[in-house]
């Protein structure tokens, strides 16, 4: 897209008022999102309701279910499948609205940043002034980082949640179509289509945690390290050890989603990376707060690279991260040889709201 400038107009200026009217939309769809969330909390409480009663009712038809007329059982059926449908549809927009308000939080921080630390009229110098270029690479890798994340996200939406929706719409057909000609068979679709929508519900509220950890915010960063990397080696059976030094401390909000996103990212790599490798796959985790800076250290035994040359699957992750951590003021090291595994280690400025919170000690 090329946008054409008048003549004699100071591009820095014209830059920073299409921050500050992209922040000032993004505050309104935040306030439209937040409307739309309560009154969807409204709906999805009326709906459950209305399923608590239905499923009694179900109950009820399951104890008779020899003796009822076949329209009785029909209708019941049909009014109970569409009530769970209801449910399980405006479940999925909560869930969407949930996650559209944490990604739109998290790029209205951004923006504000931008405003604070790019715009800043005591913040710029005169010779900056001059090189305009600064600032707009500083925001360019920022939107970059943010479309990345929106990249992932909507390829994982389309690879799960979305084909598992997809295939209930067929699961109620099948069942409705078999309500008439054969009840028997109609009532075993509908429980492995309850014994699916559990397990996607399931899914999709490990989903929502990976994209935003309550206990972030609840409980600090190491707690939500601890069980995030507890729950990823389970899942991948891989072998894993978690260790932190030093006096544990909450840094403010960006830090700390920084951090977790980074350990996050690298162990999501290691695993895909070394998914053919025949060596039983070990992780390690270390966090460590010194007065300055948290420095983190990722380390797996798997099959490693030539880290001068990055492997396609994994160099984009790395880049990116890269560019993260030196947008933070922060600092990493590659170390990886083939066969020899890889240690990826980095640190940032420890910037905190307050002071040190708790003396901590090893985890294993």
């Avoid at 308000?101 to 002034?129: G, M, P, W």
């Avoid at 699916?196 to 600090?220: N, Q, S, V, W």
């Avoid at 069980?227 to 991948?236: D, G, L, M, T």
């Avoid at 922060?330 to 400025?349: A, D, L, R, Y």
Wanted: hydrophobic share 35%.
């Amino acid at each position: 897209m090329t946008i054409k400038r008048a003549e004699g107009s100071d591009p820095w200026l014209e830059f920073q008022q299409e921050v500050n009217n992209e922040l000032e939309q993004s505050r309104r769809s935040m306030s439209e999102i937040r409307m739309m969330l309560e009154q969807s909390q409204t709906e999805l409480t009326r709906l459950t309701q209305r399923n608590a009663s239905i499923t009694g009712k179900m109950q009820q038809v399951q104890s008779n279910f020899e003796t009822l007329p076949r329209e009785e059982l029909r209708l019941t059926f049909n009014e109970a499948l569409d009530a769970q449908q209801r449910l399980l549809v405006m479940r999925g927009q909560m869930d969407k609205l949930q996650s559209d308000q944490a990604h739109l939080q998290r790029y209205i921080a951004y923006l504000e940043k931008v405003q604070l630390f790019v715009f800043n009229e005591k913040a710029i110098s005169t010779d900056v002034r001059q090189q305009p270029a600064t600032g707009a690479e500083t925001l360019s890798l920022m939107m970059d980082a943010i479309e990345n994340d929106r990249v992932k996200i909507s390829h994982e939406m389309h690879d799960g949640p979305a084909q598992v929706l997809s295939n209930f719409i067929i699961q109620v057909d099948i069942a409705n179509h078999l309500i008439d000609a054969d009840p028997a068979k109609a009532k075993i679709e509908l429980e492995n289509l309850k014994a699916a929508a559990a397990a996607t519900f399931k899914k999709i509220r490990a989903y929502i945690y990976e994209l935003r950890p309550m206990t972030l915010d609840d409980l600090g960063l190491l707690p939500t390290l601890k069980r995030f990397f507890e729950s990823f080696a389970e899942q991948n059976s891989v072998e894993y050890k978690f260790e932190y030094k030093g006096a544990e401390r909450r840094l403010v909000s960006y830090l700390d989603v920084l951090l977790f996103r980074a350990v996050q990212e690298l162990l999501t790599n290691a695993v895909e990376h070394n998914k053919d490798y025949p060596v039983k796959l070990q992780l390690y985790v270390q966090v460590i707060y010194e007065d300055t800076h948290v420095k983190v250290i990722v380390r797996d035994n798997g099959k490693g690279f030539d880290s001068t040359q990055l492997p396609q699957s994994t160099g984009r992750g790395l880049q990116t991260l890269q560019q993260r951590i030196q947008l933070a003021g922060g600092e990493i090291e590659i170390e990886s040889q083939p066969g020899k595994g890889c240690t990826v280690s980095f640190q940032i400025p420890a910037i905190e709201p307050g002071g040190p919170t708790s003396e901590v000690s090893q985890v294993k």
